[in-house]
């Protein structure tokens, strides 16, 4: 069987009916090792968006088969019942732009997963500042994101991402507003993190900067994912 | 679980706070314009309690002497006097007038009342300065609402009063203060004529063979004395012995006297559907638009907040937040608005009551029934925002 990371097996899925339907994935295969960081790239339109949102539980495959850690979320006419709890405790997200709620702490951005998982405040706070603390944030624990570099609210992200120790990553374009030092330190911490955490993350990118710190890449054409090798730069 | 709402709320508390002063200056003309009809109703209330009387004896078939002119033999009240239940009965007649004083005229209602010790019915109860009037002319008591002086002189018709007295809540049911002088002065100031119309009147009688025989010297005389003097009253007030029932005493008066008979609840009730029941309706129809407008205003307002905020729902939702947390925080951010919007509407309505002209009665319950409107009104209008909220698709979160 499958045991931990992403297992995707001939994914389809098709937008619309008839005449105008558009085939964005015609069969996608695909295998992600806990630990491992896999960049996935591809043209505009080639579907990467569309194959990020299934694995992120919100849109519907129309076929295929997806298996997150060791649960089985999408099996053809088959798929988890309660959506809403697997994205909050098996799915991390991280996002081009960070996206943090405005009104909330550096701390509670990252605690509100935990929380809304039911954990008490109080733990689910020491949850969050250990992340902080892995991501070497930790001194801005009290402010608010508007009082937050870039380079901070996307660590602060990240840490959001990781706090429920999901054991998947889906990463946006993370790097996208960031200049290289910046996009190099956070492909480090996602890297960092997949290890430490035994995490499977995905990152789409377009960014030529951090293409070569993949070790393994999919490259989407068509609807069609294509293994190939990386150049594994500046990481083991 | 943190509360989403009220951090919202601390984050941008300008937003709220300016939102919520707005809405509170509506909740407050709100409630001031609710004030204002119960001040209407308790200006006719303490208008009826004011004359001392249990029964109201009326020319027939009159709803007088508030709601129509009504007008009685000014010996009636002997009759009256002599029935077994009744302690106390006097005449009394109202009059709206302008009352003169230094140069300008104050519209006031004059009631002509029997002289007497205080309790008499028809003159105020206590008074605030001054004493009762006692003697039988050109003496008057007057509520302290008029501006009048103790010892000013003040001009009624073609005659001066000395004021003697001050009273206080004592005012017409719509809100004009009282000047209650002796009956007497006041009967002869209702039938007051200029002196040209005396002149024409007394030429109008020499002129009539039937006044003017030479036979019958002095009946000129006694036609003009008898067409300048009244004899009128517009109410005879009835008060009861203890532990009698005004309906049963009012059935009596009305069997033998063929006059009609009020009891107070009856006088009451005329006031409220006769009397004040279009300004009643008049209040109600603005509340109900002041709701209305509050209303819009809000749902507004937390649609925009909501509308600002919708990255963060997709967001949320994509990280697993409920629906029911997405709705319950934009629904107690509208309920927190609300709240903000009753105090200050409270407070407002409390400190400007005072400088309104007639007197505005704010009642507890009126404030406990307002605040939950207010919150029913809020917890509809977020339904709007909240709607959109949930149609959010967290798949929004994700680009493009
Ligand atoms: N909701 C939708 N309805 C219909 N067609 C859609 C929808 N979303 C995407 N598509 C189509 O599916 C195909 C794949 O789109 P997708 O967004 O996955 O591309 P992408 O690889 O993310 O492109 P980009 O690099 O420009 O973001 C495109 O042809 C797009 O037009
Ligand atoms: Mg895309």
Redesign the interface.
């Given at each position: 069987m499958s045991g931990k990371g992403i297992h995707i097996e001939g994914l389809k899925k098709r937008y619309g009916e008839g005449d105008t339907a558009v085939h964005a994935l015609r069969g996608v295969d695909m295998q992600i090792a806990p630990g491992e960081v896999v960049g996935l790239i591809g043209p505009s339109g080639s579907g990467k968006?569309t194959l990020?949102?299934c694995l992120?539980a919100?849109?519907d495959p129309t076929a295929g088969r997806m298996v997150l850690g060791d649960e089985v979320i999408f099996d053809n006419d088959w798929k988890v019942r309660d959506l809403?709890?697997l994205?909050?405790?098996k799915i991390g997200?991280v996002?081009?732009a960070p996206?943090l709620?405005?009104?909330?702490d550096v701390t509670?951005n990252v605690a509100?997963?935990p929380?809304?998982?039911?954990i008490p405040?109080s733990n689910a706070r020491a949850k969050a500042l250990e992340l902080l603390t892995a991501l070497d944030v930790q001194h801005r624990a009290r402010a608010?994101p508007s009082q937050l570099s870039g380079g901070e609210q996307q660590r602060v992200a990240i840490a959001?991402g990781l706090v429920n120790r999901p054991p998947v990553i889906?990463a946006?374009?993370p790097t996208a507003p960031l200049d290289s030092e910046r996009a190099m330190a956070v492909i480090r911490i996602l890297n960092d993190m997949a290890r430490q955490f035994e995490t499977a993350i995905i990152v789409v990118t377009h960014d030529e900067k951090i293409i070569p710190t993949f070790k393994r890449i999919y490259h989407i054409r068509d609807g069609v994912a294509h293994e190939e090798v990386g150049e594994g730069r500046g990481f083991e | 679980m943190i509360s989403l709402a009220g951090r919202d709320i601390l984050h941008s508390w300008g937003k709220f706070v300016f939102t919520g002063v707005g809405l509170g200056l509506l909740i407050g003309v709100t409630l001031s314009m609710a004030g204002i009809y119960r001040g209407m109703v308790d200006d006719a209330q303490v208008m009826l309690d004011n004359t001392g009387a249990d029964l109201w004896v009326v020319q027939q078939g009159t709803q007088g002497p508030y709601a129509e002119s009504s007008s009685l033999y000014d010996d009636l009240y002997r009759s009256l006097l002599n029935m077994p239940d009744v302690e106390y009965a006097a005449n009394v007649t109202y009059l709206i007038m302008q009352v003169g004083h230094g140069g300008q005229d104050v519209s006031a209602m004059v009631v002509g009342v029997t002289a007497g010790k205080p309790g008499t019915p028809g003159q105020p109860r206590y008074l605030v300065a001054g004493r009762h009037i006692t003697r039988s002319h050109y003496e008057a008591i007057a509520d302290i609402s008029s501006g009048f002086q103790l010892g000013e002189r003040i001009r009624i018709r073609r005659n001066f009063y000395t004021v003697v007295g001050l009273s206080k809540r004592t005012v017409s049911y719509n809100g004009d203060p009282m000047v209650f002088i002796p009956l007497k002065d006041a009967q002869e100031a209702q039938f007051l004529k200029d002196n040209d119309a005396l002149v024409q009147q007394r030429r109008r009688n020499a002129e009539n063979p039937d006044f003017n025989r030479s036979g019958i010297p002095d009946l000129l005389a006694v036609v003009n004395a008898s067409q300048s003097t009244n004899t009128a009253v517009n109410a005879v007030l009835v008060k009861l012995k203890p532990g009698t029932l005004p309906e049963d005493v009012a059935e009596t008066i009305r069997r033998w006297t063929r006059l009609q008979v009020y009891t107070r609840a009856q006088m009451e009730s005329i006031l409220m559907d006769k009397v004040i029941d279009k300004s009643a309706r008049q209040i109600a129809l603005f509340l109900v638009i002041l709701s209305i407008v509050s209303a819009a205003i809000v749902a507004f307002i937390i649609y925009t907040l909501t509308l600002g905020k919708i990255r963060e729902i997709a967001v949320l939702k994509l990280i697993g937040t409920k629906n029911r947390t997405i709705a319950g925080m934009i629904m107690q951010q509208s309920l927190a608005l609300g709240v903000i919007g009753f105090v200050v509407g409270k407070i407002t309505a409390t400190f400007w009551v005072p400088i309104f002209p007639k007197y505005v009665l704010l009642m507890p319950l009126d404030s406990i029934a307002g605040f939950f409107a207010v919150l029913a009104i809020c917890a509809l209008a977020s339904l709007v925002a909240i709607r959109m909220a949930l149609k959010v698709d967290p798949a929004d979160a994700i680009g493009g």
């Open positions: 968006s990020l949102k992120g919100v849109i809403r709890a994205r909050r405790d997200f996002f081009q996206y709620i405005p009104f909330l509670d509100l997963l929380m809304l998982a039911g405040n608010m959001r889906l946006d374009e | -």
